[in-house]
């Protein structure tokens, strides 16, 4: 008996144009610039918006790069994720120059923040596309 191929269902589509791809990674650096100066505001108070636009795109470009290449496979997106995390604490490190610890403080405010806007942005995006009309 043979063991049926596991489920592929690919998270987007083979012909993503350079444009696309471009225009999702700005996007994303946007929003993860905007949450970097959320959460460095957050624990360090007034700080400059310039730092939080060098942060980022590190995070952006391993998320990007990690969509490309590791397509449906977990542990690699896992791997990309910790990359990304650990490149924004060391960013995030030598732009404010704080101690480790309250690197890794704002870092970790940073991934909350994220996780809980793009959350909230993105249901609602779900309930506009889901109105009837």
Same mark, same amino acid.
């Given at each position: 008996?043979? /063991?049926?191929?596991?489920?592929?269902? +690919?998270?987007?589509?083979?012909? =993503?144009?350079? $444009? *696309? #791809? %471009?225009?999702?990674?700005?996007?994303?650096?946007?929003?993860?610039?905007?949450?970097?100066?959320?959460?460095?505001?957050?624990?360090?108070?007034?700080?400059?918006?310039?730092?939080?636009?060098?942060?980022?795109?590190?995070?952006?470009?391993?998320?990007?790069?990690? /969509?490309?290449?590791?397509?449906?496979? +977990?542990?690699?997106?896992?791997? =990309?994720?910790? $990359? *990304? #995390? %650990?490149?924004?604490?060391?960013?995030?490190?030598?732009?404010?120059?704080?101690?480790?610890?309250?690197?890794?403080?704002?870092?970790?405010?940073?991934?909350?923040?994220?996780?809980?806007?793009?959350?909230?942005?993105?249901?609602?995006?779900?309930?506009?596309?889901? /109105?009837?009309?």
């Amino acid at each position: 008996m043979v /063991a049926p191929a596991p489920l592929s269902i +690919p998270l987007q589509s083979s012909s =993503a144009t350079p $444009i *696309a #791809i %471009a225009g999702t990674f700005a996007s994303f650096a946007i929003f993860l610039s905007v949450t970097a100066h959320i959460a460095a505001r957050n624990v360090l108070g007034d700080v400059p918006v310039r730092n939080a636009f060098v942060v980022g795109p590190i995070p952006a470009v391993v998320s990007v790069l990690a /969509a490309a290449f590791a397509r449906n496979s +977990p542990p690699a997106l896992f791997a =990309a994720l910790a $990359i *990304a #995390i %650990a490149l924004d604490g060391v960013a995030i490190y030598l732009l404010y120059g704080e101690s480790r610890r309250l690197s890794a403080y704002i870092t970790l405010i940073h991934f909350v923040v994220s996780v809980i806007l793009g959350t909230i942005l993105f249901g609602v995006l779900a309930i506009i596309q889901s /109105a009837p009309g």
